[in-house]
C-alpha cells in the first residue's frame, strides 16, 4: 500500500453529507484550507470494526474548529454515524479514520468570513505507526530544532492543521539522521512532546509527563494516564527540563497513531523499555478492542 499514493487508493470518503468515490473527493487549488491552514483534524482508529472513543474525536474536532473561528455543519452524531458507515462500506476491521474540516475557496486572502466549511472523513488500513521491530524494542528520538508555541501565539489547544507544520520539518530532520521521531521542547525550553504523540517517562515506579499547557491533552494520553492509576501506578503531570532525561529508566509514547510506544533514546539519553511501557502497551491493547469498549458502557 505504501507504494500507491494517496489519491489513488480505492473506497469511498464521506465528503460534505455524502458518500463519493476515493479519487473524486478532491477541493480546488484556491481552497482557503490549503493557503493559511484554516483545517482542523482527527486521528482516530478502528479496532474490530469498532472506532476507538469516536465521539470523544469529534466533539474534540468541533472545539478545535471553535477555537480556529468556524463552526463544522454536521453534529457530533451525524459525524458519528457517517464514520460508522463508511467503515462498512471500506469493509474494514483494523483502520485508520481521519475526519477533517476546512474552509473553502470562495474567498482567498486571510480574510474568509463567508468561505464554506468543508468536512471530509477518510478511512484506510494503517498498520503500526513505526516500524514494528523497532517499536518492540523502544525506538529513537533526535531532539527537535523547532519547539511547541506559547498558547499566547498560537491555538494550542486545538489540533490545527497548521501546528503541525514544525511536526513535519522536525520529523524529517530526525528521520535524515536516522531516527525515528523527535522529541520538541516547549517555548519555555522545557520536555514538551513527540511530533505526533505525547510523552511519558518512568523513575522509581513514579511516571512522570509533562503538562499539556501549550500542546494537545491527547486522548489517548488521558487514557493511558486512566490506565496507569488502575494498575496503581502513581502519575505526576509536571513541568520537566531536558537535564532531568538522564534520570529516568523509561519513557514510552502515546497518540492514537502511535498507540503506546516505548521509546529507547533521545538525543545521548538512553531508556530501556520495561514493566511499566510493556504493561500499559498491553493494556491500552486491552482497553480498544471492542469487547472492552462494549463492557465499559
Not at 477555537?67 to 454515524?81: C, M, N, Q, R
Not at 474568509?112 to 523502544?138: C, D, H, T
Not at 529507547?264 to 469498549?293: C, H, Q, R
Request: glycine share 8%; aromatic share 10%.
Amino acid at each position: 500500500m505504501a507504494s500507491v499514493p494517496f489519491d489513488q487508493l480505492d473506497g469511498e470518503i464521506w465528503f460534505n453529507g455524502e458518500f463519493v468515490p476515493w479519487k473524486d473527493a478532491k477541493v480546488h487549488v484556491l481552497t482557503h484550507g490549503l493557503h493559511y491552514a484554516s483545517a482542523v483534524f482527527e486521528g482516530e482508529r478502528a479496532y474490530g470494526g469498532r472506532v476507538f472513543k469516536l465521539t470523544e474525536h469529534n466533539q474534540r474536532l468541533h472545539k478545535s474548529a471553535e477555537i480556529l473561528g468556524f463552526k463544522v455543519p454536521y453534529s457530533v452524531e451525524e459525524l458519528d454515524a457517517a464514520t460508522i458507515e463508511l467503515l462498512k462500506r471500506q469493509g474494514f476491521s483494523e483502520a485508520y479514520v481521519r475526519p477533517i474540516a476546512w474552509r473553502g475557496s470562495e474567498m482567498m486572502g486571510i480574510s474568509a468570513q463567508s468561505n464554506r466549511i468543508n468536512v471530509a472523513i477518510a478511512i484506510w488500513q494503517w498498520g503500526s505507526y513505526f516500524n514494528p521491530a523497532e517499536k518492540l524494542k523502544g525506538i529513537r528520538l533526535d531532539i527537535a530544532e523547532y519547539r511547541r508555541p506559547d498558547p499566547k501565539t498560537a491555538p494550542s489547544s486545538s489540533k490545527a492543521a497548521g501546528l503541525y507544520m514544525i511536526c513535519t520539518i522536525s520529523k524529517h530532520a530526525a528521520e535524515a539522521k536516522g531516527y525515528a521521531d523527535a522529541m520538541m521542547l516547549d517555548y519555555r525550553g522545557q520536555v514538551a512532546e513527540a511530533t505526533g504523540a505525547n510523552i511519558f517517562f518512568v523513575k522509581d515506579g513514579v511516571i512522570h509527563t509533562p503538562l499539556p499547557d501549550c500542546f494537545l491533552n491527547g486522548i489517548t494520553r488521558q487514557t493511558v494516564i486512566e490506565l496507569a492509576k488502575r494498575r496503581g501506578y502513581p502519575v505526576v503531570e509536571r513541568a520537566i527540563q531536558p537535564e532531568e532525561l538522564s534520570s529516568f529508566s523509561e519513557c514510552f509514547l502515546t497518540g492514537s497513531a502511535a498507540e503506546v510506544t516505548p521509546v529507547s533514546e533521545i538525543g545521548p539519553y538512553k531508556f530501556t523499555p520495561a514493566t511499566i511501557s510493556e504493561t500499559l502497551m498491553n493494556d491500552y491493547m486491552k482497553e480498544v478492542s471492542p469487547a472492552a469498549s462494549i463492557a465499559a458502557e
